[in-house]
């Protein structure tokens, strides 16, 4: 008995001063669990940790070669009796399977895959159990004695409260982890600084990445980070709107801002609250709003171009029911007029005029036809080989009967044998237009078609004129729907945007090229290539 007794304070002594040595919490607790067993012969020992909220899991074990010992549970496998067995306060729970034991604590050995079994629970500081210690399959299936039973809860009390110290460190290395985690992940920049002297105190990945990393902001100022050209506090420093009177926090304080060597926006959200060492610190968080900003900034051309739309629209309309009822009047007057006469001459004239006013509003109805068309998208083309100077010399001959006074209509600079594959009737309606403009504006000199092969694969037609010219202030607008550079001209203001949307729907380009009073020369280019 005395051999015992000196092996059991020999066992208990070393026990003691492993729990309260300098070694490694893991080191302390696996040597503990190897001593507990070879002194009271267990076959294994183990320690299950809940995660806190619905597994225990397998955190350490010694002699489980075999695995015997589930990796986890969850805690609802647990019966009322095996969790009420694993609390008990005072002593741990002993069961060997055998003919005197109950069939709840048979249960409960089996559900560890034991023999015998001796558990104890293990609290944290709030008497909250986290886990519990076990021992598996005794050499000896002789029970303890309740006396040996509180020994061994106070060993274990001891071991339970290593487990417990490793838990918290746990805890806070994963709480620092999973805030941190958050705090990188959330998209959203963040830092902290200084209420009072600007020092810079925190700064998250999304916040430093900009800027070349964590170390750009250690040791600084809050302007002298985030500028070049600072030299003190920033002007525009939500400071005055985040304490009131008594310096105590107020509400959160928002604005946008624009990130001075990107340009890109944020939405910055300032606010003053207590920082870990007391004093009182200044948290701002950025929300990256630059496509936000984008799109209302697309809204806003959007608006302005419907708004002038609208207005194009309406001014348009009210000088459609002018432009058609022109010729209308003109057509319905002189028809009368035409009944009337009996002079041959008069006839011919009223004729004339009848043609010319029908002409004009079936360029005007063609027009309108065409914007609706080109919005509806259902302007088609129809490709095919074209003969450039067969359907030029068209063109100018049939627009040289509107040719009147001084004026020479030219078809100049032609390459012997030109063909391209285009739309005739797009191609002609494009150069008819720009021959129909200069007539309306040169009173005396030349009109010149003209064209000129510009590159192997483009060719480039042009229409000359020395009429009055464009104002340079105007020149960028005359491809512009419902523009008309002079009111008092016949027209509709869409011939130059049907043209511009025609080249375009062609793969060319259009343009203008003009002096004030000294003529303008309108031209487009065309891909230059066949139909082989």
């Known amino acids: 008995m005395t051999r015992e007794k000196e092996n059991y304070n020999a066992f208990l002594l070393h026990f003691l001063e492993r729990l309260n040595g300098c070694e490694s919490i893991e080191n302390k607790i696996t040597e503990s669990l190897t001593d507990i067993c070879e002194y009271y012969g267990f076959k294994r020992g183990f320690i299950y940790q809940t995660d806190g909220f619905r597994y225990f899991y397998l955190k350490e074990t010694v002699g489980n070669s075999d695995n015997i010992l589930r990796q986890r549970f969850e805690i609802s496998e647990m019966t009322n009796q095996h969790a009420a067995r694993i609390n008990g306060k005072n002593k741990p729970f002993y069961a060997c399977r055998n003919q005197n034991t109950s069939w709840d604590d048979v249960d409960i050995v089996d559900f560890y895959k034991v023999d015998s079994l001796l558990i104890r629970q293990i609290q944290d500081s709030e008497g909250k159990i986290i886990g519990f210690i076990g021992f598996g399959d005794r050499e000896h299936a002789i029970s303890f004695t309740d006396e040996e039973l509180q020994m061994i809860h106070l060993i274990l009390g001891s071991l339970s409260k290593e487990i417990a110290v490793r838990e918290y460190k746990e805890r806070e290395v994963r709480a ?6 958050i705090m990188n992940n959330m998209g959203v920049d963040i830092y902290v600084n200084s209420f009072d002297s600007h020092d810079m105190l925190y700064a ?23 500028y070049k050209d600072k030299t003190g506090e920033c002007e525009f420093c939500p400071k005055k709107h985040l304490i009131d009177e008594n310096g105590l926090p107020t509400k959160v304080y928002s604005w946008d801002y624009q990130r001075p060597f990107d340009k890109c926006w944020f939405r910055v959200f300032s606010a003053a609250f207590a920082w870990i060492d007391g004093q009182m610190a200044h948290v701002i968080t950025s929300v990256d709003i630059d496509h936000q900003k984008t799109i209302e900034e697309e809204l806003r051309i959007a608006k302005e171009k419907a708004e002038n739309l609208d207005r194009l629209k309406s001014a348009f309309l009210a000088n459609m029911s002018h432009e058609i009822r022109t010729p209308l009047n003109a057509i319905v007057g002189f028809s009368s007029l035409l009944a009337e006469t009996e002079s041959k001459e008069e006839c011919q004239d009223y004729i ?22 080109i919005e509806a998208g259902t302007f088609n083309f129809v490709y095919a080989d074209l003969d450039v100077n067969e359907v030029c010399s068209e063109i100018i001959k049939s627009t040289g009967m509107k040719v009147k006074g001084d004026i020479k209509l030219l078809f100049e600079k032609q390459i012997p044998e030109c063909h391209i594959y285009t739309d005739k009737n797009r191609f002609m309606q494009v150069i008819t237009n720009f021959i129909n403009n200069a007539l309306k504006f040169t009173h005396e000199g030349t009109i010149a078609l003209g064209y000129e092969q510009i590159s192997s694969q483009k060719i480039k037609f042009y229409v000359r004129d020395t009429g009055v010219g464009i104002p340079a202030n105007k020149i960028n607008s005359v491809f512009e729907r419902f523009v008309k550079l002079n009111n008092f001209a016949q027209g509709t203001g869409l011939g130059l945007s049907i043209c ?16 004030e009073g000294a003529g303008s020369c309108f031209w487009f280019t065309l891909p230059y290539h066949t139909n082989e």
């Not at 620092?176 to 985690?181: M, Y």
């Not at 004009?360 to 068309?373: E, G, H, M, T």
């Not at 060319?508 to 002096?515: K, M």
């Open 176 to 181: 620092s982890k999973t805030l941190s985690s």
């Open 204 to 226: 998250n990945e999304s916040m430093a990445a900009p800027y070349g990393g964590i170390e750009h902001f250690e040791g600084k100022k809050c302007w002298q980070a985030l």
């Open 500 to 515: 511009k949307s025609i080249i375009t729907q062609m793969e060319g380009e259009i343009g203008v090229d003009s002096t």
């Open 352 to 373: 004339k005029i009848i043609q010319d006013n029908n002409d004009l509003l079936l360029r005007l109805i063609s027009d309108i036809l065409d914007l609706a068309k």
